[in-house]
DNA sequence: CTTGACCTTCCAGTGACTGGAAGCCCTATA
DNA sequence: TATAGGGCTTCCAGTCACTGGAAGGTCAAG
């Protein structure tokens, strides 16, 4: 399989999935040509990526889960570990976020926007007292 | 008053005020000695951007606030309309965590954690059908 | 006069790609 | 058989917003 048809079935970018290679994600042998020809294990690889990425993971964690996923006698309290610190950085995140849209929209409805210069949002950040 | 004195006083570190008179954003005088001599007027152009970054704007975004807040002609409209515009930003991503909280939090609690090989989170990411 | 805490500049690295240039390879059609 | 197009390759550079570290000048205290 080429690249490209890899990329469509995985969802990923054929810059990506290169990008993977270099940084020893996959390791897909080469034609003749010179050109990757990626098997049903690197596709299956690179398609357990796409999922773990679209959950946030980082490129280490995904190392990491890699790993896991190809190692038989792993333990599952491993793989729940990682996915549970995952997760509580994934909380802390929407802490912060709604934490940034209550501040923000409390602003934005406090602001006229009309073509006066008078403004509570940039009072707001022009002042300590937030 | 002195890069650390500033720092302290804005919440932002030395190496980020540097970098932010790189990028234009603040231009202190310097003393003779080649330090830099920071106005009250540097020190709540740094507060403002401080107070702007903490809500999430972009740099570029904090440019143009910093403009606007500057421009004792601006319309109110302008400040809101890119207000507004990071609020829908800021929900996007919300919903994009609140998302993969979601799913990450099921397969956790799906996964027994101990130290048997069978685990839920590795054969969701190992699967299409999640 | 030395020590240690400042300050300066410059260079490089982070994470995870992404864009673009230059050049080979393959297939289909005129 | 020439050529046009697409796809593939590598390599270099840029993104965003810093951050770390090295090498060296400056200042105040003891």
């Known amino acids: 399989m080429n690249i490209s048809e890899v990329a469509k079935r995985a969802g990923i970018p054929p810059k990506t999935i290169r990008y993977y290679e270099e940084i020893g994600l996959v390791a897909p042998p080469r034609d003749t ?11 299956h690889k690179l398609a357990f990526l796409s999922r773990a990425r679209a959950l946030g993971f980082t490129i280490e964690n995904c190392r990491t889960l890699l790993a896991l996923w190809e190692d038989q006698d792993r333990a599952s309290a491993d793989v729940r570990a990682l996915a549970r610190d995952h997760l509580k950085d994934i909380e802390a995140k929407i802490t912060d976020l709604e934490e940034m849209r209550d501040t923000l929209s409390s602003l934005v409805k406090a602001c006229a ?9 940039l009072k707001s950040l022009g002042n300590a007292k937030l």
């Open 33 to 43: 040509n010179g050109y990757r020809a990626f098997r049903d294990s690197d596709m």
């Open 113 to 121: 926007g009309d073509d006066r210069p008078d403004c509570p949002i």
